[in-house]
């Protein structure tokens, strides 16, 4: 398949964006005004970038409590999640939901999980709606490690097989949940996706060392997907640099073995990704000064508002329990 | 509505034709379970629906109860009323992460963009040695969180109704069938109104002075037994069929015991934070003045019920025991109630022609 550099400039630009809000919250959050958990992707943008690229608007998107990414990929609305984390009333959830519940039913993306794995079904259920109405949406359902784990990914992948659903599952292999690492959890020798594939599920590993065949993988295999109704998973290993949950570095609680969060961060997809962009003539320097220096304002205008916006009332905050 | 209609047609016809009907008129409701394309057909409550209407619309499924809430709620925010099936309530406790922490929550945490309307059909075993793990009747759990409704129905006359105000309702609601309130025959002699009672409306079976005994599912039914006979004996009892346990009817409930001044409840589950708790604690806050008596409760043990025929008639209540609790709180004399006429069924059965809890 010939590389596409429109698409693959605006996967740079995604996760560029990914990396700014991400970066801007770690910033933010000392001062004590965004109040709830946040679990940040750094490090693992590129993954919302890549499958991102491949979704249309009427495709649905359900995500975890580490969601920004995949939210902000789908087209998610920026400054209601900003919002959303101040706990503001212009929040995508009116304030209620906080940074891992995001919404934004425009852009096809219904919610995100709080409880690991929770989301997958709905997921399937989205599959499934598409397929009942004969649409050629696909539901998109993102996951962790850890959601391998539950009982409801398993019986989750065996329905979507029984029913050929229209789905694309991505789990994103951090290789910890929480503090826990993955060789603790799950036996050495099985990989994800080759378990997924015995299970009956079109499955494989994506490469995300070289960029572009990365790219191209990602798309073929979305492809694939929509063009035989069938569900497919794609297991894509990354890493979480900063703590699970919050703005910080965690390096000093060893659980990570030394060494390894420095060999993940020099592996930094996006600065990988610019150096490809330039040497291939895609963009040039300028360019990318320009593009950073639009995606910054965009970050600083939104959580300005954010700032700027007001609380929700006691009334706004008890109604809708009952439709 | 019950002009004309046989006085052979069940609570579990009653289902069956209300989903008949939904299927037919709303291209929106789908049902799904495991079972539902079976021979059994879920006690007969989906014959001839899966052949009729096909698998896009009767899906069989796996024996996946989380996956399939999920995927049922998935459906609901998409588009669809699915109504999903249960053969034992004890079987769904296995999706209590879907129910919790998804369905019920779903409308508020996304700030009321998208409700859930989602119908999920749960069936309480009795008898025949159901045990610990199939007889289980925990509707109270059900209420105890923000966002569902419960809706008990226990007679024939409300069963396709209710069910059909449930799927139509955009909420979730768990439609909880005691398994003997199916063979429930639909007798229009047995009451005075054929009114239609929505979601959240509790009904004023029986009239009367003395006593107010509020109840629901099969308890009603056991509880209207008893109020008949000592209607016989010039016992002027009211009896309410909450048939919703949420939303509670709280004015019906309250303004029945403001009148006789004394209250029993009949509750199927365990008696420690029962919903029989619920509505003597309601009682007590709106109408403490008016009552004559302490409130009485008749409900399940704190303990597991067992599944031997030797010991589970110790294990569950019937009419004699409602209508024996109701003189006692009265204080009449047992002796002079003939009430061996209400325990003329053996413990374990709802009727002669009851063989097989399957």
Redesign the interface.
Known sequence: MKTNFESVIKCFEIALKIRAVEEKIALEYPKGEIRCPVHLSIGQEFISAVVGINQDTKD?V?STHRAHAHYLAKGGNLNQMIAEMYGKVT????G??GSM?L?D?SAGF??S???VG?????????????K??SSSSL?FVFFGDGAVEQ??FY??I??SA?HKLPIVFICENNFYSVYTNLNQRQPQSREIHKMVGAIGVKSLKIDSSNILNCIRETKEIVSYARSSSEPVFLEFETYRWLEHCGPNDDNDLEYRPKGELEKWKAKDWLINFEKVLLESESLGASQIVSMKERVDLEVELAFNQAKKDPFPTLDDAI????? | MLEGVSAEITFGHQIRDGLDQLLKQDQSC?IMGLGVSDPKAIFSTVSGLYSKYGS?RVIE??T?E???????????????KPIMIHQRLDFFLLAM??LV??AAK??????????V?LTIRLITGRGWGQGPTHSQNLHSWFTHI??L?VVVPAFAKDAKHLLISSVND??PVIFIEDRWCHSQKLDKNLFSSNNQYSIGQAEVIKYGTQITIISSGYSSVMSLRAVQFLSSYGVDVELIDLKTLKPLDTNTIVNSVKKTGKLLVIDSGPRIASFASEIVSKISELAFDCLKIAPQIISAHDIPEPTSFGVTKYFKYNAMDIAYKVIMILGKDPMKFNLSLLNDLIHDVPDENFNSPF
Request: contains cysteine; positive net charge; aromatic residues 8%.
């Open positions: 649905t359900v929040g995508c959830c009116k209620r939901g519940h919404i039913l219904l919610g999980s709080a409880i929770s989301s997958i079904p709905i997921g399937v259920g989205a599959a499934l709606s598409h009942l109405k539901s009982g409801v019986e989750s065996n329905f029984v109604t809708d329990t009952y439709a | 789908i896009r499924t796996p996946s989380n996956a399939m809430t999920g995927v049922g709620i998935g459906l609901a925010i998409t588009g669809f992460d879907q922490n998804n779903w409308n508020y945490m996304y700030g009321g963009q998208q409700s309307p923000p966002g409704k955009p909420n």
